[in-house]
């Protein structure tokens, strides 16, 4: 299968939503791209409240289902299957793996917009992509904490402080030297998209060079 998982990594405000648009944008003629975002997918006063309630040590039972039905809706979008009207919106309830389901030509690459701060987060997505023989490929925004808060708190409903807090505690960057992690990429901290054009240009060609050596090959070994 021509296709690959592209998976986003960064606390709440890195600028991981404003990176996937700008991917979509500049890499057009060369992928079919397809935006799967977590807040788009997971109600943000849900999603607010899962945060807090695993933040404190509760509810771990929910989150961990909210996020395995999204793995489950990506796997279907890939393989053809069913995917549940409720898990994802229309736009992305379309099969990318059947030719009908994407432009000729042009490989599928579905960027998976999530904090993604745990390595067990990623590596679910890499099984999947290692069953599928789909490339696997992943970028870090490695913003500063401290302007991801200042972001964050501009936002209407804004993450909880502690969430952040908790996220930012344990997010373990991608390490290159494990094979699966081999395909990274990170966003310097000193980069803001919003306000460094050229940076950005130059971002999304190593992403896209990250992901034309993913698709000449397949994902088999861990």
């Known amino acids: 299968m021509s296709a690959?998982?592209?998976?986003?990594?960064?606390?709440?405000?890195?600028?991981?939503?404003?990176?996937?648009?700008?991917?979509?944008?500049q890499l057009a003629?060369?992928?079919?791209?397809?935006?799967?975002?977590?807040?788009a997918v997971i109600d943000l006063e849900e999603q607010v409240r899962l945060q807090a309630a695993r933040a404190a040590g509760d509810d771990d039972d929910?989150?961990?289902?909210?996020?395995?039905?999204?793995?489950?809706?990506?796997?279907?979008?890939?393989?053809?299957?069913?995917?549940?009207?409720?898990?994802l919106p229309a736009v992305l309830r379309q099969p990318v793996a059947r030719p009908a389901g994407r432009?000729?030509?042009?490989?599928?690459?579905?960027?998976i917009d999530d904090n993604m701060y745990l390595r067990s987060m990623r590596y679910r997505f890499f099984q999947l992509a290692r069953r599928l023989r789909l490339g696997f490929a992943q970028a870090l925004l490695a913003t500063p904490d401290a302007e991801c808060r200042r972001r964050n708190a501009t936002r209407c409903r804004p993450v909880p402080e502690a969430a952040i807090d908790a996220m930012a505690g344990r997010l373990e960057r991608p390490?290159?030297?494990r094979l699966w992690e081999a395909r990274s990429v990170t966003l310097p901290a000193d980069v803001d998209l919003n306000t460094e054009p050229a940076d950005e240009?130059?971002?999304?060609?190593?992403?896209?060079?990250?992901?034309?050596?993913?698709?000449?090959?397949?994902?088999?070994?861990?």
């Open 4 to 25: 690959c998982l592209l998976i986003l990594i960064g606390l709440p405000g890195s600028g991981k939503t404003t990176l996937a648009g700008r991917l979509c944008a």
């Open 29 to 39: 003629d060369i992928y079919h791209l397809v935006h799967v975002e977590y807040d």
């Open 62 to 87: 929910a989150w961990r289902a909210a996020r395995r039905a999204l793995e489950a809706a990506v796997e279907a979008m890939l393989t053809g299957g069913e995917v549940p009207a409720d898990t």
């Open 103 to 111: 432009p000729a030509g042009r490989p599928a690459v579905l960027i």
């Open 175 to 177: 390490q290159p030297a």
């Open 201 to 222: 240009e130059r971002f999304a060609e190593a992403v896209s060079q990250l992901l034309e050596a993913e698709l000449e090959c397949s994902v088999t070994d861990a």
